[in-house]
C-alpha cells in the first residue's frame, strides 16, 4: 500500500501532482485516511463525472472522456481500494463509495455534475440517484444499470463460463503486441494509460471485487428524479459474447452456448425493469456490443447518444 500523508495535509485538493497535455492530476480527500485519484481532463461547462468499472481505474476513459471537453468540464474520479486511489482494508459498502463521490463533488464545489458510470458504478449511480436527488444533474449508465442483488440475475452471472484464451509468450513480448491479442479476443483493449496503472500500482487486492459484489443493493429506481439514460450491451450471438468462441475447445463450447441466450434474457428483463420504474429513463440497446462499449467499435455511437440526451439536459435541468 502506498504510503499517504495524514491529517489535515491531506484535507481538501491536494496541488496536481502530474499532468498531460489536457490532462491534471490531483487526489482529494475523502475521509481522514483515505483519498482519491481524480483525473481532470479540462473543459468548460456543466462538469460530467466519470466512473468506471470493477477493477479499472478512472484511465480507462483516457481515450473516451476528453471528447466532450468542446462543451463540458470533464472528470474521473478512481474509487479507493484501486490504481493510486487510497487501498483501506475495510469500508466498501455502496453507501460508502457513494459518499465518496459525493466528498469530491462537496470539495470541487460542483453543482448538479452529470455522473457517467460503466458496470458495477452502477452501484454507486443508482445510490446517488436515490439519496442524494439533489445533488446531480442526471445519469448516464454505460452497461451498468443492473440489479446484482436479484437472486436469479446474480446466479445467472455466477454461472459464467470460466473460458478465456491465454496469451502466449509471442503475445506477451512487447505492449503493442498484448494489445493485439487482447483486441483480438476482446473486441476492445484499454487505454495504454490504464495499463500504466497496473504496472506503477499494481492490481487490487485479491479478494476485493468480491467484497464489493457481495455488498450489492437492489436499487430503488422509482426513487430515481434526475433525468437517466442508460446504455445495455446485449449479444446478438454466442461470438458476440465470447469473441474466440471458434477456437474454443469442443468440450467448452456447450457451456458457451448456454450461456449466453441465458444472459441476454436476464439483460433484457433488466433493461424493461430500468424502462419501467425510472421514470422518464431512456435506454439504447446496443446489439452486438461489449461490456465496454465506449471502447470498442460502439464509441462513436455511444457518444453521440450522449450528446444528444446532454443537450436535453440544457433545457430541463
Known amino acids: 500500500m502506498r504510503r499517504l500523508l495524514s491529517g489535515a495535509l491531506l484535507i481538501g485538493v491536494a496541488a496536481a501532482v502530474s499532468a498531460q497535455p489536457g490532462r491534471a492530476i490531483h487526489f482529494i480527500t475523502v475521509s481522514q485516511a483515505v483519498r482519491l485519484e481524480v483525473i481532470d481532463w479540462g473543459g468548460q461547462g456543466r462538469t460530467l463525472v466519470f466512473l468506471s468499472g470493477m477493477g479499472n481505474t478512472a484511465h480507462v476513459y483516457d481515450t473516451f472522456a476528453p471528447q466532450f471537453t468542446d462543451k463540458f468540464h470533464v472528470i474521473g474520479i478512481t474509487r479507493r481500494g484501486f490504481g493510486a486511489s487510497s487501498r483501506p482494508n475495510t469500508d466498501y459498502t455502496v453507501p460508502r463509495l457513494a459518499s465518496d463521490i459525493i466528498a469530491v463533488l462537496d470539495q470541487l464545489h460542483l453543482d448538479r455534475p452529470i455522473l457517467v458510470g460503466h458496470s458495477i458504478a452502477g452501484e454507486e449511480l443508482s445510490f446517488i440517484g436515490m439519496h442524494y436527488p439533489d445533488r446531480i444533474g442526471g445519469l448516464i449508465y454505460f452497461d451498468a444499470a443492473y440489479d446484482r442483488a436479484d437472486p436469479q440475475y446474480a446466479a445467472i452471472l455466477k454461472s459464467f463460463p470460466g473460458y ?57 429506481y422509482a426513487k430515481i428524479t434526475a433525468p437517466a439514460l442508460a446504455f445495455y450491451s446485449m449479444p446478438q450471438s454466442v461470438g458476440d459474447l465470447f469473441p474466440t468462441y471458434q477456437e474454443a475447445p469442443p468440450n467448452v463450447r456447450p457451456a458457451l452456448d448456454s450461456f449466453w441466450p441465458k444472459y441476454v434474457a436476464a439483460a433484457k428483463e433488466q433493461y424493461r425493469r430500468f424502462l419501467r420504474e425510472v421514470r422518464g429513463a431512456q435506454g439504447i440497446d446496443l446489439n452486438g456490443a461489449t461490456h465496454y462499449l465506449f471502447l470498442d467499435s460502439n464509441a462513436g455511437r455511444v457518444a453521440r447518444e450522449m450528446r444528444r440526451f446532454l443537450n436535453g439536459l440544457a433545457s430541463t435541468r
Do not use: C, N
Open 164 to 220: 478465456r484464451p491465454q496469451p502466449s509468450k509471442a503475445d506477451q513480448a512487447s505492449r503493442a503486441a498484448y494489445q493485439t491479442f487482447f483486441q483480438r479476443t476482446h473486441r476492445w483493449h484499454y487505454p495504454d494509460t490504464e495499463l500504466d496503472q497496473y504496472d506503477k500500482f499494481g492490481d487490487d487486492a485479491p479478494g476485493l471485487s468480491a467484497t464489493i459484489m457481495a455488498g450489492v443493493l437492489h436499487p430503488d
